[in-house]
């Protein structure tokens, strides 16, 4: 594995420990965190699959953007084109004020962080 990926994974793996501590929290629950950190897990474990097929990281957020660059290393990746853009509006759609994440959001945006980070340790060789 190149040097820089371990460290993309770790980071995807912080943020799904976040999403899935914030979806349990008994006190004060933030589901806005649970579903930007789902997003964030999934963006991470994207570009450490990039990372490992040394293409160029670009500084962006939208998964699509992500998906695009992907595809011509594994087309089976198009599969999950309509989770990743769902998943990309949790990176900014509960951040600010006028919308808040509920449970039943939270509890969404998870279970897609489930399937891509799932499809992603798989491509990587870690499942």
Same mark, same amino acid.
């Given at each position: 594995?190149?040097?820089?990926?371990?460290?993309?994974?770790?980071?995807?793996?912080?943020?799904?420990?976040?999403?899935?501590?914030?979806?349990?929290?008994?006190?004060?629950?933030?589901?806005?965190?649970?579903?930007?950190?789902?997003?964030?897990? /999934?963006?991470?474990?994207?570009?450490? !699959? =990039?990372? &490992?097929? %040394?293409?160029?990281?670009?500084?962006?957020?939208?998964?699509?953007?992500?998906?695009?660059?992907?595809?011509?290393?594994?087309? /089976?990746?198009?599969?999950?084109?309509? !989770? =990743?853009? &769902?998943? %990309?509006?949790?990176?900014?759609?509960?951040?600010?004020?006028?919308?808040?994440?509920?449970?039943?959001?939270?509890?969404?945006?998870?279970?897609?962080?489930?399937?891509?980070?799932?499809?992603?340790?798989?491509?990587?060789?870690?499942?």
């Amino acid at each position: 594995m190149k040097p820089l990926t371990p460290e993309w994974i770790s980071k995807a793996e912080g943020d799904f420990a976040t999403a899935q501590r914030e979806l349990r929290a008994r006190k004060q629950p933030n589901y806005d965190s649970a579903c930007f950190h789902s997003q964030q897990c /999934s963006e991470k474990y994207l570009k450490a !699959i =990039l990372q &490992e097929n %040394s293409v160029p990281i670009p500084k962006v957020h939208d998964l699509l953007s992500l998906l695009d660059l992907l595809l011509p290393i594994d087309s /089976s990746w198009e599969m999950h084109r309509s !989770i =990743l853009s &769902e998943l %990309s509006l949790f990176a900014v759609h509960f951040r600010y004020p006028g919308e808040s994440a509920g449970r039943e959001d939270a509890k969404r945006a998870l279970r897609m962080c489930r399937h891509i980070r799932h499809h992603a340790r798989k491509t990587l060789g870690l499942e």
